[in-house]
């Protein structure tokens, strides 16, 4: 199927009028947005803006109430999350997913498993693992943890946890991958490294990112949506947006 009018030939992921609301309070309230590929596409707002509740019905972990969702052309609106990430959307959260007990060189492997189809070869010897390797090394080096391979990932500083999880994130070779607020927590130091690591990877993937540090969106944005009430309030370049009144007020009210 051809891209879809509404995103033009550059959109890899496009909303129109997504609705979402929760016991008579709306949430969203007729979103559209575009993100092109290969770029960095920001969503920012102040506390209770909607932000969340956008993402989780990009990636399909709710229902939209009204709206339409299209993905590399296709009307993904109602496709469950687990068949979208299938598809090259994939997503991380904002509390840190990683299997404690595993190494940190086991961790990335598991995606890689997938990947290569060995997560479903149950009676073969984990020596088969072993071709894995070169490609578990290269994903250490690349997200800096290669001294942390042999350490249990519960036992890692928690800026190195969120580089972990970006590294078996994008790990799957994803077409678009969506950063819930990648930098919550996260001290001074580990800011700089994990939007170093992100900015690695801006350029070649498309990235959708919902974060509250200003300073890594202006660094690693493309475009910046900014919602407020639910809705869209103003939509550009990290320059545009915040010479905009609106978003001032918005932000820091009269």
């Known amino acids: 199927m051809n891209e879809p009018a509404i995103g033009g030939a550059a959109a890899i992921l496009?909303?129109?009028g997504l609705t979402r609301s929760f016991s008579g309070f709306t949430a969203v309230k007729n979103v559209d947005i575009t993100v092109q590929r290969n770029t960095v596409h920001s969503?920012?707002?102040?506390?209770?803006?909607?932000?969340?509740?956008?993402?989780?019905?990009l990636t399909r972990f709710l229902e939209p109430d009204?709206?339409?969702?299209v993905y590399r052309g296709e009307d993904v609106t109602r496709t469950p999350p687990a068949q979208l990430a299938r598809q090259g959307v994939v997503r991380s959260f904002q509390i840190s997913a990683v299997f404690?007990?595993?190494?940190?060189?086991?961790?990335v492997c598991v995606p890689l498993q997938r990947l290569s189809g060995l997560q479903k070869v149950f009676w073969r010897s984990t020596a088969c693992l072993s071709a894995l390797d070169d490609k578990v090394h290269a994903l250490l080096r690349q997200f800096g943890l290669s001294e942390w391979a042999d350490t249990?990932?519960?036992e890692l500083p928690y800026g190195r946890k969120r580089a972990l999880e970006l590294a078996t994130t994008f790990a799957l070779e994803p077409d678009l991958v969506l950063l819930?607020?990648?930098?919550?927590?996260?001290?001074t130091e580990d800011v700089h490294r994990v939007a170093d690591l992100i900015a690695a990877q801006a350029g070649t993937r498309t990235i959708v990112m919902v974060e509250h540090n200003l300073k890594v969106v202006e660094r690693l944005s493309d475009t910046v949506t900014v919602l407020c009430r639910?809705?869209?309030l103003a939509e550009g370049s990290y320059a545009e947006v915040a010479a905009d009144s609106r978003v001032l007020e918005a932000y820091i009210g009269h």
């Open 180 to 187: 819930d607020e990648p930098m919550a927590g996260l001290g």
């Open 66 to 69: 009204a709206g339409r969702i």
């Open 230 to 232: 639910g809705e869209v």
């Open 14 to 16: 496009t909303a129109r």
């Open 100 to 107: 404690p007990h595993l190494t940190v060189a086991q961790n």
């Open 152 to 154: 249990a990932a519960g």
């Open 43 to 57: 969503v920012i707002g102040p506390n209770g803006a909607g932000k969340s509740t956008l993402f989780n019905l």
